[in-house]
């Protein structure tokens, strides 16, 4: 059974950097799929901020580009976002996901929530 | 790129069938079959439910359908069941590698 589990700081001071990691286990990062982080801030909707392949390959929101980085490590079966510049904006829950078709993410995280606060 | 549009609400008794709304543009729905469907429960994490237009994925029941016309895709609900009760959202491709969910839709069973 393949899960997926955020972990990273609940809250984040603006202007600083958002840092979260996803540790997949069940499935192991190099056999294939991409992976993907998607946030919802409080009452609002879903946004893809990205989604990456274990090869480096990775493809970005262009709203967030400038802002987003991404990574993958196999060693330890776990992929990680940055999102640099922070603001209250940016307070949402964070999810990482797997996906198995342009739009379809097939196996979620239970979702961290971030906060972005002084 | 702008959220797809979906009606903020649509309401069924049990055992009726709801059909939600996504619409786009050519650019994306209406460009692309890949079109995918997320249930959420308050709290929890979304579930996939219809991809690529009309797929179910395993474990999901037939009552969830999905299809497309031009450039609005459909999800049909039938025999509606108070567990159905959630927000659902649409997610479509939009190219060049990137994609965007509906503004969701609340699914009340009376």
């Known amino acids: 059974q393949v899960q997926l589990q955020e972990s990273g700081p609940g809250l984040v001071k603006p202007s600083e950097t958002l840092s979260l990691t996803c540790a997949v286990s069940?499935?192991?990062?190099?056999?294939?799929?991409?992976w993907a982080w998607i946030r919802q801030p409080p009452g609002k909707v879903l946004e893809w901020i990205g989604s990456?392949?274990?090869?480096?390959?990775?493809y970005y929101n262009p709203s967030l580009k400038s802002r987003v980085t991404t990574s993958v490590d196999t060693s330890k079966n776990q992929f990680s976002l940055k999102l640099s510049s922070v603001t209250a904006a940016d307070t949402a829950v964070y999810y990482c996901?797997?996906?198995?078709?342009?739009?379809?993410?097939?196996?979620w995280g239970q979702g961290t929530m971030v906060t972005v606060s002084s | 790129q702008s959220a797809l549009t979906q009606p903020r609400s649509v309401s069924g008794s049990p055992g009726q069938s709801v059909t939600i709304s996504c619409t786009g543009t050519s650019s994306d729905v209406g460009g692309y079959n890949y079109v995918s469907w997320y249930q959420q429960h308050p709290g929890k994490a979304p579930k996939l439910i219809i991809s690529?237009?009309?797929k179910r994925p395993s474990g999901v029941p037939d009552r969830f359908s999905g299809s497309k016309s031009g450039n609005t895709a459909s999800l049909t609900i039938s025999g509606l069941q108070a567990e159905d009760e959630a927000d659902y959202y649409c997610c479509s491709y939009v190219g060049s590698y990137t994609k965007v969910f509906g503004g969701g839709t609340k699914l009340t069973v009376l």
């Open positions: 990456m392949y274990h090869g480096g390959t990775t």
């Open positions: 069940g499935y192991s990062i190099s056999s294939g799929y991409y």
């Open positions: 690529d237009v009309v």
């Open positions: 996901a797997r996906r198995t078709s342009w739009c379809a993410f097939d196996i």
